[in-house]
């Protein structure tokens, strides 16, 4: 059982580099997120998707752009990394809408340090 | 606007001490409401759920009602372990809120032996 797979699990990243956080899924789930959790604190949503072809902002969007091609993948991309980038990076995905039935499954994250 | 609100961490109990972890939240429609929890260095797993008013979620020993009169899904246990010593996340999703799992801020609970 994948479910949802994040790589790579660490990263160190200089100032100024760029890097593709990846995230895949094998639910065929419509929905996909991207949260960010700093240390002590909760998880701010970075974008989402509903659908191939289909993504918007959350609450912390500046920064990084995702793309959505195919229902499996929604990758993260950081341009220009800056040390405020610093976070663990969290991928979920879930089913179309909330159903008795659905949840979301999340993957084991990224930390991703940037110096 | 939706959001969700949780009570401060971290909390630290006795082993088999009673468990409360308050969340309340501000939602237009009729979300589900969950919780989390993710153990140190893991990922986040699901706790419990509910998908309408008066609903009661229930896993491994937590309780958690959907209360829509007073906009709150309290955690509870009754007699905690040291293998409870986790973040815990309430959180809310629906139509309303255009396909975005909101999260509050995680409650951090210790439990001591």
């Known amino acids: 059982n994948a479910g949802v797979t994040q790589t790579p699990k660490f990263r160190i990243l200089k100032i100024g580099q760029s890097m593709t956080l990846q995230c895949a899924q094998d639910?065929?789930?419509?929905?996909m997120y991207w949260y960010r959790q700093d240390p002590g604190m909760g998880l701010k949503l970075i974008y989402y998707?509903?659908?191939?072809?289909?993504?918007d902002k959350g609450e912390v969007p500046n920064g990084y752009n995702v793309s959505r091609s195919t229902t499996e993948d929604f990758p993260l991309r950081l341009e220009l990394a800056a040390p405020s980038q610093t976070s663990v990076y969290f991928c979920?995905?879930?089913?179309?809408?909330?159903?008795?039935?659905?949840?979301?499954?999340f993957g084991q994250g990224t930390r991703l340090t940037v110096v | 606007g939706n959001s969700v609100t949780q009570m401060e961490g971290p909390v630290t109990l006795s082993e088999e001490a009673f468990l409360t972890i308050n969340c309340t939240y501000t939602?237009?429609?009729?979300?589900?409401l969950f919780w989390y929890v993710q153990y140190p260095g893991e990922g986040l797993q699901l706790l419990l759920k509910?998908?309408?008013?008066?609903d009661k979620g229930s896993n491994k020993g937590f309780e958690a009602t959907y209360r829509k009169e007073t906009t709150s899904f309290h955690l509870e246990k009754g007699s905690v372990q040291v293998s409870d010593s986790a973040v815990y996340f309430c959180?809310?999703?629906?139509?309303?809120?255009?396909?975005?799992?909101?999260f509050g801020q995680g409650t951090e609970l210790s439990v001591k032996p």
């Open positions: 979920a995905s879930s089913s179309p809408l909330p159903t008795p039935e659905s949840e979301a499954f």
């Open positions: 639910m065929n789930h419509n929905y």
């Open positions: 998707s509903v659908g191939a072809g289909i993504t």
């Open positions: 939602a237009t429609g009729y979300p589900s």
């Open positions: 509910a998908t309408k008013a008066d």
């Open positions: 959180a809310l999703w629906g139509y309303n809120q255009g396909g975005k799992l909101i």
